[in-house]
Structures are given as structure tokens and as C-alpha cells.
């Protein structure tokens, strides 16, 4: 149980899809961690979802959402907190929120409604925590400079691979060096599609089919078979590492859609492995940025990743060549990685 001396964090979670709903499930699970480590208590005041919200200054029972959840109810049916209908920006108005945690689905058309949430948050001066790519994606200045006029931290370090701190290390970690290159492996679907072609010799269509099954695919597979999931973290690695101002229009994309078992088999024999890589490259003073399937030597670390793991390899002038890797078969890193932007930003780390 949380002491008094803790510092009270009212959250408002914006989004309860697969990531936003095992968030919330780890503000019950890490309490007494969060409580004696970092001297912080997350109280759940609002909740949004496609139903509507719930919002409760007191505070929401997180299990309670997250039960509704998996037994497939909107979390506007809470018990006397649920507000039928009510859109996720106006639930975040009448909530005493100190904290958004923003895990809205990606929309790479136009952000929303995660970046007017953000936008919301930021005017009132309330820190965001978010994993969602499109608004990072379509005004990561904008809410940058938003973030600095409020004097509101903006945090999203699994908005890039899940759990993978890869915005982490480069811009903390590599402090004072120039990176001279970025290649990620940043998809876990088509790195198992990819993954099965060559060690199964299953047709794209097969394996894609099975990574649906397996939940890890969308009904929908464009954003990633397309090379779009990507592309977009990319963009947000050379905004915040590389402070190379893009958007997607930068990025030369290419998908693994038309890749053939034959292919994958014929860079197999030469002893390559083929990967869908996110690869920014400095040419001067720029970086040239693309996606595309590429055929890797064995013995690079990103060529050993196995089919749900994601990885990424930092080339510096002055610290070397930085790799890591996480295996994420399911959200839960990518939830975790909220948590710990969570506590960056509330524990002054």
C-alpha cells in the first residue's frame, strides 16, 4: 500500500485497445514498486475508448476497467463513472488529470484523435506520455515546441518498437557523438513473415494468415506489410535522435508484399538473411532516409533476430556501434515502455 509521503499522479488513458488496457493493468500490478522505488501512486481518474469514457476524480479500479475489457464491454458501461458517448477530448476536459497517457490507434492520416488529446493535454499543461506514432509523426515539432511553452514533459520512447528503448539511446545515451547511421528492424510482423518465408518456406500470403491468427497481425495489414509502421518510426527517430526534420514524403518505402518464397530463398543461399530495414544514413549534413527489404550478412545482429523480435544498430563517430534487441511477442513491452516514460516524467529522472 502506498504511503502519504507519495507523490498522487492522476492519470487519464486515452485509448484501451491492446497497449492502453495492459497499461492500465500494470498501474494495479506495479503499485507497491512504484510506491517504494519511485514514491509515486497512479490514480486512474478517466479512461477513454470507442464507447465513450468513464471518469472519476476519486479514482477508477483499474482491474475493473481492464475485466470490462477483455469480457468485450466499453468502459463507458463503468458502474456510475461511464459517460456513454462522450469523446475522449472532453472526457480528458472534465477529468482533474495530471498525466495523459495517450494510446489511441495509429492514424497516419491526420493524428486524431490522439493529436488534438495531445494538443489538449499540453495547453493545459499537462505531461504526456504517448506510444502513438501519427501524431509524432505529422507534428512532432509542433508538440515539441507546444511541450516547452507549457514547461510539460512529452515523452514517448515506445512509440519506436514497443519496449526497445530505442529513442532512449540515442538521445540520451549518445549524448555528444554524431550518428553516422541508424538500421532497424522495427516490425515484429514482417520480421515474422519474413522469419517463416525462410525458415518455412511458407508463401507471404501463409505467413501473414498465420500472424493474424496469432493476433500479432491487424485484420488490416497495410500499415505494416507496406512498410508504412516503419517508415513512420523511422521519421520519428530522425526528428528526435538524428534532429533531422522529416515525414513520411522523405522516406523511400518499399513493403514486403511482392517478396516471393523464391527470393527469400535465393538471398538464403548466398548466406544473407532478408529484413525489412529502416535505415536513415548521413550524407553530409542530411541523412538519407529509407524502408525497404534488404538482404543482411549472416553475422549482422540484425540478421539473427528471431520472428518476434525487433532490434536496432546506432554507427557513431566517437562511441562505437550500439546494438539491442526485445523480443515482444505480444503489447506488454510496449505498455511497460509507457510506464517507464511514466516515471521518467513524474519521478523527475
Known amino acids: 500500500m502506498a504511503s502519504q509521503g507519495n507523490r498522487v499522479i492522476r492519470v487519464f488513458v486515452a485509448g484501451l485497445g491492446a497497449v492502453g488496457r495492459r497499461f492500465v493493468g500494470l498501474m494495479a500490478r506495479q503499485e507497491a514498486l512504484l510506491a517504494a522505488r519511485y514514491g509515486l501512486r497512479l490514480v486512474l481518474v478517466g479512461a477513454a475508448d470507442s464507447s465513450g469514457a468513464a471518469v ?39 477529468s482533474p488529470a495530471g498525466l495523459l497517457v495517450e494510446a489511441t490507434p495509429t492514424n497516419l492520416r491526420d493524428g486524431q484523435p490522439g493529436l488534438d488529446c495531445i494538443r489538449d493535454a499540453l495547453a493545459r499543461h499537462i505531461p504526456v506520455v504517448t506510444a502513438s506514432k501519427g501524431p509524432l509523426v505529422l507534428a512532432y ?34 549524448a555528444g557523438s554524431t550518428v553516422l547511421r541508424v538500421e532497424g528492424v522495427f516490425n515484429s510482423t514482417t520480421n515474422y513473415i519474413l522469419t517463416s518465408m525462410a525458415e518455412a518456406g511458407t508463401s507471404f500470403a501463409e505467413a501473414l494468415a498465420e500472424a493474424q491468427r496469432r493476433g500479432i ?15 513512420a518510426k523511422l521519421v520519428i527517430v530522425a526528428n528526435s535522435v538524428l534532429a533531422r526534420p522529416a515525414v513520411l514524403g522523405d522516406v523511400e518505402i518499399e513493403g514486403i508484399r511482392n517478396v516471393t518464397p523464391e527470393q527469400v530463398a535465393a538471398v538464403r543461399r548466398e548466406g544473407r538473411v532478408l529484413k525489412l530495414l529502416a535505415l536513415a544514413e548521413r550524407a553530409g549534413e542530411e541523412y538519407r532516409l529509407s524502408v525497404r527489404p534488404t538482404a543482411l550478412e549472416a553475422e549482422h545482429p540484425l540478421a539473427r533476430l528471431r520472428p518476434w523480435e525487433m532490434g536496432v544498430r546506432y554507427v557513431t563517430d566517437t562511441m562505437g556501434v550500439i546494438y539491442a534487441a526485445i523480443d515482444e511477442p505480444d503489447p506488454l513491452p510496449t505498455a511497460a515502455a509507457l510506464l517507464r516514460d511514466v516515471i521518467d516524467v513524474c519521478a523527475g529522472r
Open 56 to 94: 472519476d476524480p476519486e479514482g477508477l479500479d483499474p482491474l475493473r476497467v481492464v475485466a470490462m475489457k477483455e469480457a468485450r464491454q466499453g468502459v463507458s458501461a463503468y458502474p456510475a463513472a461511464g459517460r456513454p458517448g462522450m469523446h475522449v477530448r472532453d472526457a480528458l476536459a472534465a
Open 141 to 174: 515539432r509542433e508538440l515539441v515546441a507546444a511541450a516547452e511553452r507549457a514547461g510539460a514533459r512529452l515523452a514517448f520512447s515506445g512509440a519506436v518498437a514497443g519496449g526497445l528503448p530505442t529513442v532512449n539511446i540515442g538521445r540520451r545515451d549518445l
Open 217 to 231: 497481425a491487424e485484420a488490416d495489414p497495410t500499415l505494416d506489410v507496406d512498410g508504412l509502421d516503419a517508415a
